[in-house]
């Protein structure tokens, strides 16, 4: 996802909130290896405020290269 795109999905999700928004880590889990990648884990993050209550989650690999990647990031409760 390009940063475009991510920051449409944000606005879109917080809306016009003019309140704070709190963001905090709900909950996580390591992960296991994943064809060529190993998934270091996922997480899950509640977004806050006066207006909204949504989420984030998303799962994070890392690459045969030793690099970190996100694999998935969702915007919204399931």
Known sequence: MDL???????LSMIGSSDSDID????TFE???RENS???VGWCYFI????HISEA????VYKTEANAFE?????????
């Open 4 to 10: 475009p795109k991510l920051e449409k999905r944000w």
């Open 56 to 59: 984030i989650s998303m799962d």
């Open 37 to 39: 990648m190993i998934q």
């Open 47 to 50: 977004v806050v405020s006066d």
């Open 70 to 78: 996100i694999g998935s990031l969702e915007f919204g409760r399931p």
């Open 23 to 26: 963001i905090s880590l709900e």
């Open 30 to 32: 390591f992960g296991s």
